[in-house]
């Protein structure tokens, strides 16, 4: 129903930066949530930051006072701006759709984000 596609991971040292791309493709309108998440190696999927559609924003804890995000006027493509990144912000970057509570996009390859010195 609705597909995303990740990019704008990469190598970054600590204290670096770096912004991330989301681009959703089908049934745009049926979006209430555009947000990015992460799994790092071991650990579960967490949000880090979302846009719903009357402009609210949610952070995770990750992302507050670091990371940004925002979105295009036809709210099809989402960025996460990323600001002193830190070792433990390793991990693979997701994006995904969300509609009554529940995912309605497809849980892709995701975008790998690696900082390191």
């Known amino acids: 129903q609705v597909q995303v596609v990740e990019s704008g991971g990469g190598l970054v040292q600590p204290g670096g930066s770096l912004t991330l791309t989301c681009v959703a493709t089908?049934?745009?309108?049926?979006?209430?949530?555009l947000g990015w998440y992460r799994q790092a190696p071991g650990k579960e999927r967490e949000v880090v930051a979302a846009l719903t559609r009357d402009g609210r924003t949610i952070q995770g804890d990750s992302a507050k006072g670091r990371f940004t995000v925002s979105e295009n006027n036809a709210k099809d493509v989402l960025y996460l701006q990323m600001t002193n990144l830190r070792t433990d912000d390793t991990a693979v970057y997701y994006c995904?759709?969300?509609?009554?509570?529940?995912?309605?996009?497809?849980w892709g390859q995701g975008t790998q984000v690696t900082v390191s010195s």
């Open positions: 089908g049934d745009i309108a049926s979006i209430y949530v």
């Open positions: 995904n759709a969300l509609r009554n509570h529940e995912y309605i996009g497809c």
